[in-house]
């Protein structure tokens, strides 16, 4: 608690009782510790493919630069730390434009299935690299109001998922149902699960059940947090089944209009 405290006087100024202010400041604490833990986490996340690129220059022009061998491989990994450099920066810009409200959801007409398909061709190679059979299937209308843009965004981070965190050979369902006032998006894979505690963290900023096994595959820790934040601007929930060592399945269920002050 922050104290105020000031002494209530009487007409000839002697002290007759004190005020107090209790001020709870508990809320206010939190949101500091999450900003400094913020800062703390895009420091190192920042610090370490820097470090990187550094040391494999230095050490090339040192004298590596000499063996062909060498300087292929050592500018693959500078090429690879430049590469995460920059999806982190793009990840965190994206991040802080949704969080501070500063993007605009361009609200259209939009089927769902049409995305989703979309989506589902752009990210086959990558599934086929793994020998992942991804599959979309639909039933009813799903026409809503939404973002076209933004549920890109949200299906390829989903799906992305899927296919990073499922081992080869591994199935990829994604589902798309729509009902009389809703359509929902379903994304279920045969992958390594989520423990049932860490459900509900895999959505903060930078959190990472694994954080090599993600950092191995490009990922950046913060693509299911841009996911919730685009999910509440459609106002849909979001609902995740997972067992550890069998799959996942990430539910998302969107109202097919949206109230009518947004238009
Ligand atoms: P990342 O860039 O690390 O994938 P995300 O915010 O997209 O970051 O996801 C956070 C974490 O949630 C991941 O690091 C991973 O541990 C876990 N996760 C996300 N999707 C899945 C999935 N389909 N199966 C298992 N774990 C997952």
Sequence with gaps: YDVYGAPVLDASGKIRGMT??????????????VRKDFVANVSHELKTPITSIKGFSETLLDGAMDEEKLREKFLKIILKESERLQSLIHDLLELSKIERSYFQVHWAEMTLVQIADEVVTMLNDKASTKEINLTLASSGDSTMQG????????????????????????????MVKGNQSTVELKVTDTGIGIEENEIPRVFERFYRVDRARSRNSGGTGLGLAIVKHLAEAHHASIHVQSKQGEGTTFTLVFPKEQIDEIF
Excluded: C, F, W
């Design 147 to 174: 973002d076209p843009e933004r549920m890109k965004q949200i299906l390829i981070n989903i799906i992305n998922n899927a296919i990073t965190y499922t081992p080869a050979s591994g199935k990829i369902e994604v």
């Design 20 to 33: 107090l202010v209790l001020h709870d400041i508990t809320e206010q604490k939190k949101l500091e510790q």
